[in-house]
Structures are given as structure tokens and as C-alpha cells.
């Protein structure tokens, strides 16, 4: 512990002499000044006289030293009140401070179409798309269609080496006349087997015996009278076909490459009946596919043409159910005209079904049943009570959902907001239609507010219903 020791005489007011003792504990540096006369009673000090002076500071600092704690403590005390005056007042004063002025962001009442629909995904493709296959195996020798090949029904795409069952037709026609001739040996043999039966010239058996063998011999001939079809029919399946007008969207084959169609036909050609007529298969959930019917409005987007939008109709709602991960979704087929061949096979579309329109009816922002100025209380439109309850901003009115029943949005009236009670009806994602309400088109609605240090503040998005 060091001191320092200082000694002021009596003033001319007549002050009683003063010490000022600073005191370093520590590291703490303690300093103040208190009457000499205190520290001279405290610890019975003499300072006139022989006695030494550093003995005589080291016995004053001790004397001194639980003064200045005391001394230093009130001052802490003192600070530490004047602080807790202090926010105390600034708490008032920002409690009872007058509001700032604020700016509002306003959208106009208008007129137009409400329509609600339902989103769903799904997928582009043709109308009705052919599947070629092949009835006999063998290897492809020839192709003449390839993809995007415009073909025409009969029109020949792929052949498949014909020798095997040319000889197997060349095979059954040979067995064909073989059995021809012995069909007509036996004939003739019959009818003289007839002759000598009437003049008892042979056995009857003998006649009996050659009739059977002729009619055995007929019935082989008609064998191979089929093996012969048979065997063209084959012949024939050689050349792969198409059956209908359209254009070839996929090829599955190479020219040398075995087909095999003894288990499963193979798929040689997908072939696009009509590119100029598309559908969308879209998977619509249960919760929404009581409100589909057929012939309702649909617009859908591909990732192609962001920016272009398909209109469509609704041709077929399917019955029957696909369910994937325990979610149980319908196939909703949306037909389209593609006139530009904008449209290709496979795309994905993001389909937007109207399940309700209503045209030309008042209309306010969606923003507008959601937004509440912050603490303000305003007056209702027709004179309703001054002191309603403020909304908490971000609370969302009877009504705000789109489902309809009773709202409420704000109104610029005389430079003023003002509380009008409204009664909405149909909702979509952007606008909610009024059904009564003392609103009427141009009127402006609230739908945020800017303050005047710059910050804005706007109804709380939402999402779902």
C-alpha cells in the first residue's frame, strides 16, 4: 500500500484545515480529502512536534484509509441513483411521447374478374400415341423411319430379315401339293373302287377303306393349306408398318440388332398420332378433386416458355386412384391445342384449374383485410364506436382467409383511415370479392405504412387457405 499525503493550511473562511490522501490497494487507487481535525481525533495525532514525519504518514494513512472507503462507496451510491433517475425519465418520456407521423401505402377498390384454382403438376403428351412392336423375332435388316419421321398409315419403317420365313413358306406350300396329289390319286382310285363295288367285282371293305383315306386325305390338305397361311402371315409381319398418320417420337431399334418376341412384344416405334393436339396428365389430390369437373378452365406453364401461357379445358377426370407414399392423388387430364409445336412430349406443366370465376364484381387486395395501422384507433365507417379496440398489426380479420364472411379493411377518407366493416365473398391469390361494405370503386385501402425514419411496415404474407 502507498500514500500520499497532503496538507492544506486553514483557509481565510475560516475552513478548518483539510488532508488530502490518496491511497493505491491493490491496484485500486483510493483517494478524497477529509478535515484534519477528523483525522486527529481518530487516531490521536500530533503533527507539531519532533516526532517523524514518515512515521507520522504511515500512522494517517491508516487512520484515513476507512474514510476513503466510505467516501468512495457514497460517491458509487450516488452515480449508480443518478442513472436509474435517468431511464426512468426516458422511459416516460418515450411512453408519452406523441406519435410519429406515418405515410401510407394504399391500393385502389376496383372491378374485375375473381377466379379461384386449384395448382397441380403433371405432364405433357400426345393425344393418342402408338406403340409399333414386332410378331416375329429375327434381326432388323432395313430401318426407313427415324425420329420425327412424319410417316403415313401402311407406310414401311423397319424390315426384319425375311429368308426364314420365306422358306418355311416355300416349305408349307411344298407339303401342300404333296399332299394335293395324293388327295387326287386317291380320288381316282375311289371312283374306280366305285365301279367294280357295283359289280361286286371287290370286297366292299376294299371301297369302304379307300373312301376314309380320301377323306383323311383331304383334311391334310386343308393342314397345309393353313401352314401355307401361316407361314405368309409370318412372312408379312417381316415388314414393320405404321398403322396410323403421325410422327415418329421414339425408336428403339438399330439396323442388325435381334429382336426377340417370344415372351413379350418388343416396342420398336412410339408414333404420335395428332402433335398439333396435346393433353396434360396432372395428379390432383383427394382434398381437391371434388371441385373438378369436366370442362373446366385450365392454364398451365412448362419451364420452356415461362412467359407464355396454354389455355386448355378439362377432358376427363379418371376414376381411378394412384396412390404413392400413402397419398392418394387423380388423374386429371387438361386438353390443349399446340398449333406452334411449342409443346413437346414429356414436359413438365404446372396447371392452374379454375373451380369458380366471377366476373365484374368489386374487388379489394388481399393485403388490405390483413393490414391494421400499428396502435391506431380509428373511427368505423357510419358512425360506429370511437373507442374499438386497436388490432395488433399482423392480425388477421374475420374473413382474411378467401373463404368469405365478415372482414375488415382501412380507408383513406379525408386524409384520415377509417374502419370499414365488409362482407367478402370468392378469393383468389391476389384479390378478394366484396359483397357488402361502404366501399365502391377508386376508393383507396390501406395495405402498409412507411414511418417517418424510413421504415416500412406491410400485412404479413400468408399462405395456404
Known sequence: MSTSLYVFPEMPD????????AVTEGGTRLQGAVML?????VDQLNLVGSENRTAATHRIAGAVHP????????????VLGTLLVLLAAGAVWWAMRP????????????????????TATGTVNPVLTIIIGSYVSGVIRDMYCDYNTRVEKGQLCAKIDPRPYQAALDQAKGQLARDAAQ???????????ADLNKQDSIAAQIYEDQSALVRQLEGTVQLDRAAVETARVNLE??????????????????????????FQTPTLFLIATDLTKM?????????????????AEANFTV????????????????????????????????????????LKPGMTATVSIVTDRRAQVLRIPNQALRFSPGGLRAPRAGGGSQGAAPQSPGMQPAGASGVGGKGQVWVLRNGKPVAVSVTTGLADDSYTEVITGELKSGDRVLIGEQGTGGTSRTSPLRFGG
Do not use: W
Open 14 to 21: 475560516r475552513r478548518a484545515p483539510h488532508l488530502f490522501c
Open 37 to 41: 481535525r477528523e483525522v486527529l481525533a
Open 67 to 78: 474514510m476513503l472507503h466510505a467516501v468512495v462507496a457514497g460517491r458509487r451510491f450516488a
Open 99 to 118: 406519435p410519429a407521423h406515418a405515410t401510407y401505402l394504399t391500393a385502389a377498390v376496383t372491378r374485375g374478374t375473381v377466379a379461384r384454382t386449384i
Open 183 to 193: 388327295l387326287q390319286g386317291a380320288r381316282v382310285n375311289l371312283a374306280r373302287y
Open 237 to 262: 409381319y417381316t415388314n414393320i408398318i405404321s398403322p396410323v398418320d403421325g410422327t415418329v417420337v421414339a425408336r428403339n431399334i438399330t439396323i442388325g440388332q435381334t429382336v426377340a418376341a417370344s
Open 279 to 295: 393433353q396434360v396428365d396432372t395428379n390432383v389430390s383427394e382434398s381437391d378433386i371434388g371441385a373438378i369437373k369436366e370442362g
Open 303 to 342: 419451364e420452356a416458355f415461362t412467359d407464355h401461357s396454354f389455355q386448355g379445358k378439362v377432358v376427363q377426370v379418371r376414376q381411378a386412384p394412384q396412390t404413392v407414399q400413402n397419398v392418394v392423388t387423380y388423374d386429371v387430364v387438361v386438353g390443349a391445342e399446340n398449333a406452334q409445336f411449342l
